[in-house]
């Protein structure tokens, strides 16, 4: 390999390597961006592309402006002391499995320590350890050449349909529907049993009144894309995967084989073989491309950043050029900046997506006429976007001002449903896909001095809520034996079948 075609591949490398924890949900099927997006990821994934360019040209020249100094030698070996571990450092997001900080800077030393050990006193081998570290760094060109190639196929990918609907003709005003809302990571113990005593709840303690409450679930799921899933088909998924070619495959108990999502077997075709209609109004799951034919209407939607981007597909080209590279500069000179800015960029998503959703589920169940009616919101999951204090959208707020703002919209919800004359013959389902991940939200930005105080320090309880207001219910009852949460696959399967009889 010739010196300038080395060194073009050596630039190449170094920023695939650096900057992959930015674009790997974009190719990787763990990283499911394209299960998160209801438009095409075109743009993204080209930002991501210009970030790669931008990083190899400035790696390039800075290698150029230093190989020309006098002791170019000595700083050669500065770089070979600083990048491995530096570049171990920037992908511990990425490995699989936790490395501390600590492991990385230990790593880093011995490293250091044997090139000095070995230049002072074997400098053949270093010799060695030199050009194969070279060797290295421009073979990682290979993989930079991978993502490249998986980047192309994220800006071609087209997502399959946002929303579609059928005409549902108006029934009978008597006719028995179930409506199933998820709030998204709504728990049990700060909405009921623990409440902090600066949060009020007025809606969820009204829809208690007249409904059964269970204080003891047991979980189902961790993530979302799990427990959506599950709770459709009424088996344990633990793992989740769609592909560019739209295809969404599960694995069954922790079996190896991964299957096709079989929409013929979920609740939503449940209803369609019994004849009744259905309409989704859903949020992070793609509901459309997965139910389109299943369902009578549906609509999904989903405006948060990418987990690791940080990129997102309202913001402009330049701003997802420019952000991601702005955040890795800050991390290394102000973590705290970085950590501010992050946050913002993470609520600016998650409140485009809380505003879309919350106005088409209430439009939705404002006009729908389907048996069925499954909402699916994206409160009171982090980060916060209200603040409970204004009745305002904020940033910077806890989850407490995220129940605040579920219990508002809970509110709006109960209004509209209980002034339709299908309201006594009404099943209502409130539930938690999980619970308050306070262990996952606490190292990253978003997580709030309220947020430590309310968890305890971060302490997690795994019981999501669930409360169900069954028909013609007018006084609380409780559960308080341990029940999974999948029990409300059977019980959403039992009203569905009960709607359906003459």
Not at 60 to 67: D, E, S, T, Y
Not at 465 to 492: C, E, F, K, N, W
Request: net charge neutral; glycine share 6%; charged share 15%.
């Amino acid at each position: 390999m010739t010196g300038p075609i080395k060194r073009a591949a050596q630039a190449w490398g170094f920023a695939a390597i650096l900057l992959l924890p930015n674009y790997i949900d974009l190719t990787s099927g763990a990283g499911d961006a394209q299960m998160r997006s209801p438009v095409p990821l075109t743009r993204v994934a080209l930002a991501q592309f210009t970030d790669l360019v931008l990083v190899a040209l400035l790696f390039a020249g800075i290698i150029a402006l230093l190989r020309v100094l006098p002791g170019w030698h000595t700083v050669r070996w500065v770089l070979m002391a600083l990048l491995p571990p530096l570049l171990l450092a920037r992908n511990l997001n990425v490995i699989p499995f936790d490395v501390p900080s600590s492991a990385v800077f230990a790593l880093g030393f011995l490293w250091t320590g044997l090139l000095l050990f070995l230049i002072l006193r074997i400098p053949r081998a270093a010799s060695r350890i030199g050009s194969a570290g070279s060797a290295i760094l421009a073979g990682f060109a290979i993989f930079g050449g991978a993502m490249t190639w998986q980047l192309g196929r994220a800006m071609l990918w087209q997502p399959g349909p946002q929303s579609f609907a059928s005409h549902i003709p108006q029934p009978d005003p008597h006719k028995p529907r179930l409506v199933w809302i998820i709030f998204d990571e709504l728990a049990y113990r700060p909405v009921f049993e623990y409440r902090d005593p600066s949060l009020h709840l007025p809606n969820f303690d009204r829809l208690r009144g007249e409904s059964t409450l269970y204080t003891d679930v047991v979980p189902i799921a961790f993530r979302t894309k799990r427990a959506v899933p599950s709770l459709q088909l009424g088996r344990t998924v633990t793992d989740v995967q769609y592909t560019a070619g739209n295809r969404y495959l599960l694995q069954y108990d922790h079996q190896p084989e991964w299957r096709l999502f079989d929409a013929n077997s979920s609740l939503f075709a449940a209803a369609k073989q019994l004849g009744l209609t259905t309409s989704i109004v859903g949020w992070y799951i793609p509901y459309c491309p997965v139910f389109a034919g299943t369902a009578t209407g549906c609509y999904w939607s989903n405006d948060d950043a990418q987990d690791r981007g940080p990129t997102l597909s309202s913001a402009s080209f330049a701003e997802d050029v420019w952000f991601p590279l702005r955040i890795l500069a800050e991390q290394f000179v102000s973590p705290r900046r970085a950590w501010n800015d992050l946050t913002a960029w993470n609520a600016r998503g998650h409140e485009l997506s809380v505003k879309q959703m919350s106005q088409r589920a209430l439009q939705e169940v404002a006009v729908s006429h389907a048996d069925m009616l499954y909402l699916h919101l994206p409160v009171p999951h982090p980060p916060a976007v209200w603040s409970r204090r204004t009745a305002a959208f904020a940033p910077g707020g806890s989850y407490l001002d995220s129940l605040d703002y579920a219990d508002r919209l809970l509110g709006q919800v109960l209004d509209v449903l209980e002034a339709q004359p299908r309201w006594a013959q009404t099943t209502l389902i409130v539930q938690g896909d999980h619970s308050w991940r306070t262990q996952m939200w606490r190292p990253l930005p978003g997580w709030t001095a309220e947020d430590e105080r309310v968890s305890h320090g971060g302490v997690f309880d795994p019981r999501p809520m669930l409360m169900i207001h069954a028909r013609g219910q007018d006084s609380p009852a409780t559960v308080a034996a341990p029940t999974s949460l999948m029990y409300v696959h059977g019980a959403v399967e039992a009203d569905l079948r009960a709607i359906s009889r003459p």
